[in-house]
């Protein structure tokens, strides 16, 4: 089955910048997402991207995609400690059978440090 | 309320009872999901329904869980004779489903989640 690893810890000093880093292992056609959670909330959807694409950006949020190694990233610009949660990448297939099932790295839990 | 609720937001149990979690998806949204997060863990999913069609069941861990869905509305995830290690919390999710065409991202939505402690 399809399989999603992340670093599970990331610590940054506010105003830097934050990469975390996502490998997955669906060599079909996939959306990949990366969800936010901040403490005792539910997970807030940030940006997806379809693996036919290089690069996706929106605000402080860029997402980069290296579709030969199944790479993903997600760059936090200018990281404020409201930033500070854990972040899941998560993988579904494009179609076929059990296109509707997420599946959720462990998560990267971001520190921001003032 | 535009978003997925779900109540209620922490149950604490002892072992051997029966819990029922409840989730209220975002109006007009196909399809839901139920997921499980253990402390420090990514989501397990565990059900999905579809409109009318018949639910795809094969997260769930034991015969012990069960959920329901009346149409396209309200679901409750049922727990029977809990267990120590059922203790998570519970994330429904729900997107647009086939009526927003599967085509589409069929972005899911998460609810805030329920904390079940199990003593």
């Known amino acids: 089955g399809e399989d999603v690893e992340q670093s599970l810890f990331l610590s940054v000093r506010e105003g830097d910048s934050s990469v975390i880093n996502c490998t997955y292992t669906?060599?079909?056609?996939?959306?990949l997402y990366w969800y936010k959670q901040e403490p005792g909330a539910g997970l807030q959807l940030l940006t997806y991207?379809?693996?036919?694409?290089d690069m996706k950006q929106d605000q402080r949020l860029t997402v980069l995609l290296n579709k030969k190694d199944k790479h993903l990233s997600l760059r936090i610009a200018d990281t404020q400690t409201g930033d500070s949660a854990i972040y899941f990448c998560?993988?579904?297939?494009?179609?076929?059978?059990?296109?509707?099932?997420?599946?959720f790295g462990k998560g990267t839990k971001l520190s921001v440090i003032p | 309320g535009a978003g997925v609720s779900q109540s209620p937001s922490n149950k604490v149990t002892e072992k051997g009872k029966d819990v029922e979690l409840r989730c209220d998806p975002i109006s007009g949204h196909t399809a839901l999901y139920w997921y499980r997060q253990r402390l420090g863990q990514g989501l397990e999913f565990l059900i999905y329904?579809?409109?009318?069609?018949?639910?795809?069941k094969s997260g769930l861990p034991s015969d012990r869980f069960s959920a329901e869905r009346t149409g396209e509305s309200v679901s409750t995830l049922t727990i029977q004779r809990t267990q120590q290690e059922d203790s998570a919390v519970y994330l429904c999710?729900?997107?647009?489903?086939?009526?927003?065409?599967?085509?589409?991202?069929?972005?899911?939505?998460f609810g805030p989640g329920t904390r079940l402690t199990v003593l």
């Open positions: 999710a729900s997107s647009p489903g086939l009526a927003g065409g599967r085509t589409s991202t069929d972005t899911q939505y």
């Open positions: 669906d060599s079909s056609s996939t959306y």
């Open positions: 329904f579809q409109g009318n069609s018949a639910p795809d």
């Open positions: 998560a993988e579904r297939p494009h179609s076929g059978a059990g296109s509707y099932q997420l599946t």
């Open positions: 991207i379809f693996s036919n694409m």
